[in-house]
């Protein structure tokens, strides 16, 4: 299993970003997949994510009606629209694919293989 985020970058407040998320080794609706967060000192939280063989999306408080998780199945990647970014945004972004549950998909720890991470940056 091989997660590679790609997509970060530098952007003004307010302005958006599209991060990807292409996966192989496993076909991206069999394993539960999320995308986290960390920024500098700060623990790594929960963005939002998919369950497995489950169409709804979950998204934390801070980014939700900004941030749209989606996914393709044919290129068996997922993608984080990010809109109306904010500095509080600015971390490593990381996609993550485990067994996680419905109570789990916020916990660090339900996620097995993680990608290398992608840096976002929300400055002017």
């Known amino acids: 299993v091989q997660l590679v985020e790609s997509g970060g970058g530098l952007v003004q407040p307010g302005g958006s970003l599209r991060l990807s998320c292409a996966a192989s080794?496993?076909?991206?609706?069999?394993?539960?997949v999320a995308w986290f967060r960390q920024a500098p000192g700060k623990e790594r939280e929960f963005v939002a994510a998919f369950r497995r063989y489950n169409s709804n999306a979950y998204y934390a408080d801070s980014v939700k009606g900004r941030f749209t998780f989606s996914r393709d199945s044919a290129e068996n990647t997922g993608y984080l629209q990010m809109n109306s970014l904010k500095p509080e945004d600015t971390a490593v972004y990381y996609c993550?694919?485990?067994?996680?549950?419905?109570?789990?998909?916020?916990?660090?720890?339900?996620?097995?293989?993680w990608g290398q991470g992608t840096q976002v940056t929300v400055s002017s």
């Open positions: 080794g496993f076909t991206f609706s069999s394993l539960t």
């Open positions: 993550a694919a485990g067994n996680g549950i419905l109570s789990t998909l916020q916990r660090v720890s339900a996620y097995t293989y």
